[in-house]
């Protein structure tokens, strides 16, 4: 728009200096006036400055971070969709997927994503991967999520790269590179994308694929974090509240899970949670730490579960509700959380304020051991009591 706009003042200060023109001197004027006086020269007609810009992919993808589109920009997708803007369709795609500027319809969304990645639009085809990735709209199927984010990468999306980077790294619907991984990551954030900073921080963390480096990721992180990536600002929050790569600052930790919670982060909402009821980084509250693990849980994370279901269990900040907690233990067991199984055989198989089950509490056990959880195995494993 700067550019833009720079460009009229040259295009209108060049008409005008043309018209007018510098005044004759002496040498210049004419020993006899002309017998008839030039026609004059017809002004141009202005130029209106362009208009400002409502709807493409890129402001989509900001406005999920920090929402900059306003009421009525979403006409504008339509509009521009219509005329055949791919990169406009799947902005109108993202905003019928988050269901906030327009009304939610997630079907239509997907459709509109799959047409413009079938057109080569390389975003669309990253934002098809990820709903694949998650299942979102669509089966869950990692193996083509890769694939998508290789073409939305190979297109020049260095969203795509980051993403397909992510699954490189953990090995999910396609063999583990790490060495590629990291390769792709840095292009992502050398370019400016803030999730390849955020992954690649993941990676400096661990110290896979790269030599481990935490005063790097915690930079990284809050690159991330200040770009409105709330994932890397919780990320940021937890190495704050451990001193890990930075000064211990549980306050500031706090603040940043908050934010992060709020953004829909579910971990940071049950991290948070922790804190609140250990009384670091503020005022011990376990009510408001219940309040954080439901949040947490109710959005899916299983840590959530397992945090609520405990303190529903003592009667902690809520009333105390041992069948509750055996509700929620077999949440978070269901949804992959081994400590989730491991809880759940210890409280059916020892009829801990509920009727003693131990036939559920060996299947528990069992599912925590297909899970790899070693005390489940271990557990799984003893001679059963007549």
Known sequence: MKHALSSFVALALGALAVACGPSPGPADTPAAAPTSAPAPTSAPAPTSA?????????????????PIMKAGDEEA??????A???????ALALLLLEGKLHAEDGGRGVKLIETACTAGHAGACTHLGELAE????????????????????DGGDLRGCADLGA????????????????????????????????????????GKGVPQDLARAVSLFSGACD????????????????????????????????????????????LLGV??????????????????????????????????GRLSQDGRGVT???????????????????????????????????????ARAESAYARGCALGDAACCQKAAKPKKP
């Open 275 to 308: 804190m609140a009821n250990a009384g670091r980084g503020m005022s011990e509250d376990p009510a408001r730490a219940a309040a954080l693990f439901t949040r947490s849980c109710d959005g899916g994370d299983t840590h959530g579960c397992v945090a609520i």
């Open 134 to 153: 998650s299942g979102a709209g669509m089966p869950k199927n990692e193996q083509r999520a890769s694939a998508l984010y290789a073409k939305g990468c």
């Open 77 to 82: 997708c339509s509009t521009q969709c219509a």
């Open 320 to 358: 105390r509700d041992v069948a509750k907690a055996v509700t929620l233990f077999e949440k978070a067991c269901d949804g992959g959380y081994s400590v989730g199984c491991e809880i759940l055989g210890d409280v059916l198989g020892q009829g801990r304020g509920v009727r003693q089950d131990r």
């Open 167 to 206: 699954l490189l790294d953990e090995g999910r619907g396609i063999a583990p590179d790490q060495a590629r991984a990291a390769v792709l990551l840095n292009k992502a954030c050398d370019g400016g994308e803030a999730q390849g900073c955020y992954n690649l921080g993941v990676m400096l963390v661990q």
């Open 50 to 66: 362009p208009a400002q810009v409502r709807c493409s992919l890129e402001i989509a993808r900001a406005h999920r971070r920090h």
């Open 227 to 270: 770009d409105g990536l709330a994932t890397a600002c919780s990320k940021l929050a937890f190495q704050l509240e451990k001193g890990s790569g930075i000064a211990r600052d549980e306050a500031r930790a706090a603040t940043l899970y908050a934010n992060a919670c709020d953004a829909g982060v579910f971990r940071a909402c049950e």
């Open 84 to 90: 055949g803007d791919q990169g406009s369709c799947v």
